[in-house]
């Protein structure tokens, strides 16, 4: 992780983003509260998936102290909404990043000794998926992919 503290939010994607979170929330019923706003936030600035463990102790360290029930909460409004991915790693343990209303996305690998996780894009792949979609006559909605294996630190 890029340092201790919660840095500004570093561009207009990240602000949209915010913006079209908390409005979606609101949207929904739920009150603008301080811990979803923090977690809101966080979110906003990560290029990639965390942990609720991970949340929580990023925002304890920025002295946004809000309760791990809470960070779990808020993040199952979040999911619930489609604002959030939440992404099954393996070994019981789910991360969420932010789900792009554009419907931009990545995927990812997952170092099954150290845990690491890194993004990738492939346009193969997608393609592949789209040729997939026509072969079986299936609409995807949505897709996941998630590759497990060792990082090259563990290989």
């Given amino acids: 992780m890029a340092g201790d503290t919660i840095d500004p939010l570093g561009s207009a994607r990240d602000s949209a983003w915010v913006e079209h979170a908390i409005a979606a929330l609101g949207d929904a019923g739920y009150q603008r509260g301080g811990a979803r706003l923090a977690v809101i936030e966080l979110l906003a600035r990560q290029d990639c998936a965390m942990t609720a463990i991970e949340i929580d102790d990023r925002l304890r360290a920025a002295d946004h102290a809000i309760g791990r029930a809470s960070v779990y909460r808020t993040l199952e409004q979040l999911e619930e909404l489609k604002l959030v991915h939440r992404l ?3 070994r019981g343990m789910a991360s969420y990043e932010r789900a792009d209303p554009g419907g931009e996305h990545h995927h990812h690998v997952v ?3 150290c845990g ?4 990738f894009v492939d346009p193969g792949l997608e393609r592949a998926i789209g040729r997939l979609e026509g072969r079986v006559g299936f609409e995807v909605s949505e897709h ?3 590759l497990h294996g060792r ?3 563990c290989a």
């Fill in 88 to 90: 099954e790693m393996g």
């Fill in 111 to 113: 170092c099954d000794k």
């Fill in 116 to 119: 690491r996780v890194e993004p």
């Fill in 144 to 146: 996941e992919v998630v």
């Fill in 151 to 153: 990082c090259p630190r």
